[in-house]
């Protein structure tokens, strides 16, 4: 990957998100096992998950196992409060061996309160990286994207997780100008606007004009084609979709012509 970590090359520079997918009981872990050596095997390294995802971050734990070292790990802090932020924190610690790769504050939730026990930790080494993750929808009580400028300019972040689709193109004009400016990582998450592209009224997707052969292949590299764009990281336990995820990812950079095809299919 370009700008986020030290994981070696990073071909597909599609990740597995568990959003959604790793929240599952005990009985049900062997599916979460399969996809994830299957991720690995096929050249994926980044895993994003979150505290606020269930039983997501001990699922994921589990599934990496003795390959953990082999993994790109991304979560996140949830907590207004810097005790239970630090809480989590050290919970996360232990579910993956002792080290973050990506620490990220969700929706800028708290972002000022736990910057400066972050840098501590990043400095001791057992935080790679420190993100910030924002989605407009205020439901979830988050920043604005003016804030999330502020906290960009401060020089503490590395990497930033922002939705990307072409639905969803607010972050195009001024967060994603201002990332490439800053040299901050970029992870697009909703590349399928939680599958709502996916689910609509059927797409006729011509490869002789974008250059894919199927909705979820022209979403994935629609967004990677922007070439401020790191990774990408769709959610899925279908081994089937984490291998064509996978190649989506590894394809090269669709064309400005492909990339306005495809964006004028959805609008």
Do not use: C, K
């Given at each position: 990957m370009r700008r986020l970590g030290h994981i070696g090359p990073q071909v597909p520079r599609v990740g597995l998100g568990t959003w959604r997918r790793f929240d599952l009981p005990r009985t049900q872990e062997r599916l979460a096992r399969e996809v994830v050596k299957l991720a690995l095997d096929n050249g994926v390294r980044v895993f994003d998950t979150a505290p606020v995802y269930g039983r997501a971050e001990e699922v994921l734990s589990r599934a990496l196992g003795a390959d953990r070292d082999r993994a790109y790990v991304a979560t996140k802090i949830w907590a207004g409060e810097?005790?239970?932020?630090?809480?989590?924190?050290?919970?996360?610690?232990?579910?993956?061996?002792?080290?973050?790769?990506?620490?990220?504050?969700?929706?800028?939730?708290?972002?000022?309160?736990?910057?400066?026990?972050?840098?501590?930790?990043?400095?001791?080494?057992?935080?790679?990286?420190?993100?910030?993750?924002?989605?407009?929808?205020r439901a979830f009580g988050g920043g604005t994207a003016a804030e999330l400028e502020e906290a960009m300019r401060t020089g503490v972040f590395d990497v930033i997780q922002i939705p990307l689709n072409p639905a969803e193109r607010d972050m195009e004009d001024r967060i994603l100008p201002l990332a490439q400016e800053l040299g901050i990582g970029v992870m697009v998450m909703r590349p399928f606007a939680e599958g709502s592209l996916l689910s609509s009224t059927p797409r006729t997707i011509r490869p002789e004009d974008t250059g894919c052969t199927n909705p979820s292949e022209a979403l994935l590299r629609w967004g990677l084609s922007d070439t401020r764009v790191d990774v990408t990281v769709p959610a899925?336990?279908?081994?089937?979709?984490?291998?064509?995820?996978?190649?989506?990812?590894?394809?090269?950079?669709?064309?400005d012509e492909q990339r306005a095809a495809i964006a004028a299919i959805y609008r």
């Open positions: 810097r005790h239970t932020g630090r809480r989590q924190f050290e919970r996360q610690l232990f579910l993956f061996q002792g080290r973050v790769d990506l620490l990220q504050l969700h929706h800028l939730i708290g972002w000022r309160t736990h910057a400066e026990w972050m840098q501590r930790e990043r400095e001791r080494g057992r935080i790679g990286q420190l993100g910030l993750t924002y989605w407009r929808d899925t336990l279908d081994p089937s979709h984490l291998i064509a995820n996978a190649t989506a990812g590894s394809a090269p950079l669709l064309s």
